[in-house]
């Protein structure tokens, strides 16, 4: 430094905001993490500080003499979801919405709060959602059984301005039921101990007439004070960081997301999961991998489907020295993974294909109407009528050879609407706009029918068909109960005679 | 003219068979870019050199199949082959050429992909069949086959990280030329980072809907600072890719504004650097409002970053009129209703400061990038 410069320090109190100095000519003179130190000559310069989506912007102009120069940025436009300034009367407003429950029972708390770009929501909390917006959130079993229905329970704004509910429940395995298209649910995997409860935060967009959840920006705590995480900006913003990479797929995080992730994991077990799943995806051998796994495993239960394919990966490509055996290395799982990271290595672990094929187990639900999430593992709820059949409680080859059977007429109830609709199509060009507006919420089945149902009209001759041996595969690939395709088949043939409606 | 200079830009504003929302700003882009192309001040490009694949502007009639609707794969593909191969059935080598490929739609990127890149889809893509075009993967054909001795790839298009769809694998025949690729220099500038998404918006001064990233991009091809580039007897005076990512990223807020999106992401070349100019910078206009208006004769100065005079102007220092003095130039007048000035600056930040009489003096930051009206 020499004697005409100036010692400029920027910082911000967010430690993962991007920080940086900019000269007069707009050239970029110093740029880090958190806090900066750059000597610079006398000028005009602008000192920045991104944190989340919001940059702050100082001008600065250092004098000739000058020795040193601070400028600091609070924590404004953390995050978007982040939380208004906690309130003194927190904890009492803890103990009066919790119902009561036998000494053992969990809870599961859901809130909901508005946000995201749609809402043209800033930084802060926007005004709580009324009660209605819980409509048709539910808690259910595993194979979709209402176990709870959350809409109808008494609903609380909790400090963070969220609308929250909140279910008892005895020790398990759960589902919850997210409304999210059209009267249509999609299903989240949740475990309920007694010392750990999971806690469920989703903003909500508002979309034409309705609200719709963003699933993205989910948030899944285990933090015993159930905001917990929303008094606690800095995990907050390291679980922001975790979801963002896991969403784009990328491992490593700057060593002080992973501090973060490390050191609270004990509070939150879910921080702990989520340093897993980034350390998996950096895919380098660590000890600090062995220890996160034990010490999460000791937590939640080493039996947790995350923890379970996290070791098999980890033993598999020898991340993890030393790792030992646990409950639930051999088993099969007892419910999905949380994370759709986890979810993408069990389908490529060849010792636990069959779990994914067997459809008295709770992976076979799933692996067919798995809905396409960033981070978060979840599967589009089956339509009620046929919930008995499309997650069977009975079990054993009995079962399995009803599916089997079953499988053998769907091709029939196939050819017989491919021919229906050889004589009769309607307007392809409704077809065609219905089905991209529609796309993404569709199951495999539906898309394959619908797309044959294109094929179909692309043919002007009258005897159009489809290419010979169509619906037995599909009726293959399908490989849904019976009662579950012909209700399918039913209401996409309504909805395709009548396409605009 | 850089006679062997070549461009290849392309803008889609249309995907009827997809969910892809129609786009205003491509076009534009595509427009906004060639300009600065064929400004002999700029990239000097001979026009014939310059191919351009957009959507059509108004739309065909009767609508194109979805299956073929323009701009396809296959034009873009026959675009390039006429530059790359011409009508023989080798690449042309053009070592002391520069070729430019810009891209502007909706674009994407793959999650599995580790490395920076982009891809733009195609008009004709459909639910299933993401028809696209990598820019990336194109680019880094060119280095192989070293067609040219310089290669600028500049995607405007988001980067959304996707995990079944497919990028482009080229379709040209592998071209390896080892020896050349090592002196082939490649910038590639993209909108966002990865999984990131761009935005367009209208920019008041254009009077158009724009890409953020090629509005940003021409202001720094014709504004950024120029610098020392090489070294010993080789090294001059230019504006070099290092020079256009500061300038990007230092003047990003104040086009896209405090809360856009993040700043571009730039690949520099591995080895050495493209000279973009050797001009200085040009003058930018800018329009400095002043609320309250000034009514009584003031003095408003432009302060540069050493703390020195660069403008003074007089307000109302005749009935109507204002003079504005640029340091070192002749004073000129021009009309002044008491509420805005208009000045031409260099690309840089200033500060603004009022003195009227019996008021307290006002100041306030000048950026020369960006459409936003600066309130003094």
């Given at each position: ?250 491992g490593a995080q700057?060593p002080?997301?992973m501090g973060?992730l490390y050191?609270?994991g ?6 702990g999961l989520?340093a897993i799943a980034l350390l998996l995806a950096g895919g380098e051998a660590s000890s600090a991998f062995t220890e996160v796994l034990e010490n999460t495993g000791e937590?939640?239960?080493h039996?947790h489907?995350d923890l379970v394919i996290a070791r098999a990966v980890a033993r598999r490509d020898r991340l993890a020295p030393g790792l030992q055996r646990h409950r639930g290395d051999r ?11 986890n979810?993408?290595r069990?389908?490529?672990l ?152 | ?376």
């Amino acid at each position: 430094m020499s004697s005409s410069e100036t010692k400029v320090q920027v910082s911000s109190a967010d430690p993962f905001a991007e920080v940086s100095l900019v000269d007069a000519h707009y050239r970029v003179r110093a740029s880090g993490l958190g806090t900066i130190e750059q000597s610079l000559p006398p000028g005009l310069y602008v000192a920045r500080a991104r944190s989340g989506d919001v940059t702050q912007q100082q001008t600065l102009r250092i004098t000739a003499g000058a020795t040193e120069e601070h400028v600091r940025f609070g924590e404004v436009g953390l995050l978007r979801s982040s939380a208004p300034e906690e309130i003194a009367s927190q904890q009492a407003a803890v103990a009066q919405y919790l119902p009561a429950g036998r000494q053992d029972d969990g809870w599961v708390l859901l809130g909901l709060r508005g946000g995201g770009r749609g809402s043209g929501e800033t930084s802060l909390a926007s005004a709580p959602l009324p009660p209605e917006s819980l409509q048709g959130f539910a808690l259910c079993t595993l194979d979709g059984e209402v176990v709870h229905d959350l809409g109808a329970l008494p609903a609380t704004v909790t400090p963070s301005g969220h609308q929250a509910v909140v279910a008892v429940a005895p020790p398990g395995w759960y589902a919850l039921a997210i409304p999210v298209d059209q009267g249509r649910r999609a299903l989240f995997p949740l475990r309920v101990q007694p010392q750990w409860s999971p806690s469920v935060f989703i903003e909500m967009r508002p979309d034409e007439a309705a609200w719709r959840p963003n699933l993205d920006t989910m948030q899944v705590s285990y933090d015993p004070a159930e905001w917990g995480i929303y008094r606690n900006p800095q995990r907050l913003r390291a679980i922001e960081e975790a979801r963002r990479a896991l969403a784009r797929g990328r491992g490593a995080q700057t060593p002080e997301v992973m501090g973060i992730l490390y050191e609270q994991g004990f509070e939150d077990p879910m921080l702990g999961l989520l340093a897993i799943a980034l350390l998996l995806a950096g895919g380098e051998a660590s000890s600090a991998f062995t220890e996160v796994l034990e010490n999460t495993g000791e937590l939640l239960g080493h039996d947790h489907p995350d923890l379970v394919i996290a070791r098999a990966v980890a033993r598999r490509d020898r991340l993890a020295p030393g790792l030992q055996r646990h409950r639930g290395d051999r088993g099969a799982l007892v419910a999905p993974p949380l994370l759709r990271a986890n979810w993408d290595r069990l389908l490529g672990l060849k010792e636990r294909q069959g779990e994914l094929l067997d459809p008295a187990g709770p992976l076979f639900a799933p692996a067919r109407n798995a809905l396409r999430a960033e981070v978060w593992m979840l599967w589009w709820q089956a339509p009620p009528t046929s919930m008995a059949f499309a997650t069977p409680a009975a079990k054993g080859p009995q079962q399995q050879r009803r599916v089997k059977r079953a499988a053998g007429s769907a091709e029939a109830l196939l050819a017989e609407l491919f021919s229906k609709w050889k004589g009769r199509l309607s307007d392809p060009r409704a077809v065609r706009s219905w089905y991209n507006d529609h796309w993404m919420s569709l199951s495999a089945v539906e898309r394959s029918v619908v797309r044959a149902y294109m094929q179909l009209t692309e043919l002007d001759e009258p005897g159009r068909t489809l290419p010979k041996g169509y619906a037995s595969r599909l009726a293959k690939v399908a490989d849904v109960p019976l009662p579950v395709l012909k209700e399918t088949l039913e209401r996409l043939s309504k909805r395709l005679d009548n396409p605009s409606s | 003219m850089r006679a062997d200079d070549y461009a290849l830009l392309v803008g889609i504003q249309r995907y009827p068979g997809t969910k892809l929302a129609a786009l205003q700003g491509p076009c534009n882009d595509v427009a906004h870019f060639k300009s600065w192309l064929l400004d002999p001040q700029g990239g000097d490009i001979d026009p014939q050199n310059v191919r351009e694949l957009i959507t059509d502007e108004p739309p065909l009639a009767p609508a194109p199949a979805l299956e073929v609707f323009p701009p396809t794969q296959a034009q873009f593909y026959a675009l390039f082959r006429s530059i790359v191969f011409g009508a023989g059935p080798v690449p042309i080598k053009r070592p002391q050429g520069r070729l430019y490929l810009f891209f502007s739609g909706h674009g994407f990127s793959d999650l599995h992909e580790t490395t920076t890149h982009a891809a733009l889809y195609c008009a004709n893509a459909q639910p299933g069949l993401s028809l696209n075009i990598n820019g990336t993967a194109l680019a880094n054909w060119c280095v192989r086959a070293a067609v040219f001795g310089e290669v600028v790839l500049v995607m405007d298009c988001c980067r959304d990280s996707e995990v079944s769809k497919k990028l482009d694998i080229v379709p040209l025949d592998a071209v390896n030329d080892a020896a050349g690729a090592k002196k082939v220099k490649k910038l590639e500038i993209y909108a966002v980072p990865f999984a990131e998404k761009a935005q367009e918006r209208s920019f008041k001064d254009l009077g158009r809907p724009q890409g953020l990233l090629t509005y940003t991009l021409v202001s720094a091809l014709y504004g950024a600072p120029l610098a020392q580039m090489g070294f010993g007897a080789g090294a001059k005076k230019g504006r070099s890719g290092h020079a256009l990512k500061e300038f990007l990223q230092g003047c990003w807020p104040d086009v896209a504004g405090l809360d856009g999106p993040d700043a571009p992401e730039v690949v520099l070349p591995n080895t050495g650097d493209i000279c973009f100019s050797v001009l200085p910078p040009r003058l930018v206009p800018r329009r400095v409002r002043l609320a309250p208006p000034v009514l009584t004769p003031a003095t408003l100065k432009v302060v540069d970053d050493a703390g020195n005079d660069y403008v003074v102007v007089d307000l109302l220092h005749a009935p109507a009129m204002a003079r504005v003095t640029v340091a070192g130039a002749a004073p000129v007048e021009q009309p002044f209703d008491g509420t805005e000035i208009l000045l031409e600056l260099r690309p840089q930040i200033y500060e603004a400061r009022l003195d009227a009489p019996g008021a307290p003096p006002r100041s306030v930051l000048l950026p020369t990038v960006g459409d936003s009206d600066v309130v003094l």
